[in-house]
């Protein structure tokens, strides 16, 4: 199977990687009143690598497959944001 070996493309991989990075940071952040944690760093490294993953299934020529990676590439870079915020915001003192 193409999603069990890293060698190979795969957008399914990259996605679900990228969503159980999401499922893992978000309890780990104690969001709503969200805590200083620095193992989110893990998932924020794996999140990293998901979006990189994702990016390698892009395509020279412009088709739909090609939007559809740039769309989970968007939806990549998006959960990356959001781990990014959960990472930096408690160490800035901007919670209540």
Known sequence: MRIFHPGQ?????GTLLALACFAA?????????LQPN???????LLCA???????????KQW??????VLLLLYADLMILLALTFFFVIPYTGLTV
């Open 9 to 13: 493309r795969s957008l399914v991989r």
């Open 25 to 33: 940071g978000f309890p780990m952040s104690g969001f709503p009143a």
């Open 38 to 44: 620095p193992w989110l760093i893990l998932p924020l």
């Open 49 to 59: 690598v998901a979006a990189l993953d994702t990016a390698r299934c892009m395509q």
């Open 63 to 68: 088709n739909f497959y090609h939007g559809a």
